[in-house]
Nanobody
Framework: QVQLVESGGGLVQPGGSLRLSCAASGFTLDHYTIAWFRQAPGKEREGVSCVITSDGTTFYADSVKGRFTISRDNAKNTVYLQMNSLNPEDTAVYYC?????????????????????WGQGTLVTISS
């Protein structure tokens, strides 16, 4: 069964850190583009970070640049999102996604365009 399972969410105080994990099963992650999205209450889903595997091209949303880092451990077939200096605006359900053909272009829109496999999400709440 092909699936992604996120974990690592929780309640953190402003200024704190969290590391989200996204474990893949039923397929190998290292062949595919990987990405993290988030959806805050009452807002549309937004792309947080995306990596094109073939050449390592990486994108981050402006709101998280310098604070979040996407990475992967191929041996564990897992993708991570390290989140530092968290603030209340980072509160959201975070989803990982992967799969689909390699993006043709090199832009955030292209990176996010072809993703086919999604996890169920993990809730991150930033509050004092």
């Amino acid at each position: 069964q092909v699936q992604l399972v996120e974990s690592g969410g929780g309640l953190v105080q402003p200024g704190g850190s969290l590391r989200l994990s996204c474990a893949a099963s039923g397929f190998t992650l290292d062949h595919y583009t990987i990405a993290w999205f988030r959806q805050a209450p009452g807002k549309e889903r937004e792309g947080v970070s995306c990596v094109i595997t073939s050449d390592g091209t990486t994108f981050y949303a402006d709101s998280v640049k310098g604070r979040f880092t996407i990475s992967r451990d191929n041996a564990k077939n897992t993708v991570y999102l390290q989140m530092n200096s968290l603030n209340p605006e980072d509160t959201a359900v975070y989803y990982c996604a992967t799969g689909g053909p390699e993006p043709v272009g090199r832009s955030p829109l292209e990176c996010y365009r072809y993703l086919e496999i999604w996890g169920q999400g993990t809730l991150v709440t930033i509050s004092s």
